[in-house]
């Protein structure tokens, strides 16, 4: 199952680097990843690369895969000459003969699989593609973390876009218990226009994912809170798992 409307956060990726970037322990953490692995290194559900370019831009070789086109087009502008390569792919579908040291997902993009047969496919790409030994790395919030109850619009933050402009973010939430599923509304008001996009995604509990990465061949080596490396714990907002192929 693939929701679409997942899409339309993701078509204006000029503006998509200015409101997400800069998260520098994120990146700071991967790189740290990337060097106690080294070797090649690819990133799913890459968008603008973010995290895959600040990796080339410390001499780690990186292949990015995404299947929005417009964030790869941007991505690409800001790669130059570094050692990375974008690919436009479905990461449930990509085929490669290239093998990896490390893979990951990050901006919580493991959530965005939305059904069981979704996240059988994603991380069987990801086990397919791994060296021996390789390591599987990424994040999502943990339902136990998180306020999961329906709410009404309120104000989720201000970002400054291209033109200068101090774009206000607003948001509701509406949880679907049944398939673990969130749909977020986000409105955002430049002032003269305003623009709105819809995103769903799938809270899967720990426990439940401890089971599936099992089942598809990984070894869980760690699970942090954050990107400093805090020990996970059952009330953490986030969770980050660090499998290795087993």
């Avoid at 559900?45 to 790869?72: F, N, Q, S, W």
């Avoid at 709410?151 to 400054?160: C, D, K, L, N």
Wanted: hydrophobic share 35%.
């Amino acid at each position: 199952m693939i929701d679409h409307n997942n899409q339309e956060e993701y078509r204006d990726p000029m503006n998509y680097d200015l409101e997400f970037g800069g998260e520098t322990d994120k990146y700071e953490f991967f790189l740290e990843m990337a060097k106690k692995h080294s070797g090649q290194v690819l990133e799913l559900a890459c968008g603008t690369g973010l995290v895959a370019l600040y990796l080339a831009e410390r001499g780690i070789p990186v292949t990015g895969v995404d299947i929005m086109e417009p964030m790869l087009a941007y991505a690409r502008v800001k790669a130059k000459d570094l050692p990375v390569t974008f690919i436009q792919a479905d990461a449930r579908t990509f085929e490669s003969e290239q093998r990896f040291s490390m893979i990951f997902l990050t901006g919580n993009a493991f959530q965005a699989f939305l059904s069981d047969e979704d996240q059988r496919a994603l991380l069987q790409t990801v086990y397919s593609h791994l060296e021996p030994g390789g390591v599987f790395v990424f994040e999502m919030r943990n339902p136990d973390g998180n306020d999961l109850t329906d709410e009404e619009e309120e104000s989720w933050g201000t970002f400054v876009d291209i033109d200068g402009v101090t774009v206000k973010v607003s948001g509701t939430q509406t949880y679907d218990a049944s398939k673990q599923i969130m749909h977020w509304v986000t409105i955002r008001d430049w002032g003269h226009r305003q623009t709105t996009s819809r995103i769903a995604c799938r809270f899967t509990d720990v426990k439940t994912l401890q089971q599936l990465l099992k089942k598809q061949g990984f070894i869980l080596e760690n699970q942090y809170a954050n990107w400093d490396q805090t020990a996970f714990q059952s009330s953490s907002p986030l969770v980050i798992s660090v499998c290795k192929k087993g």
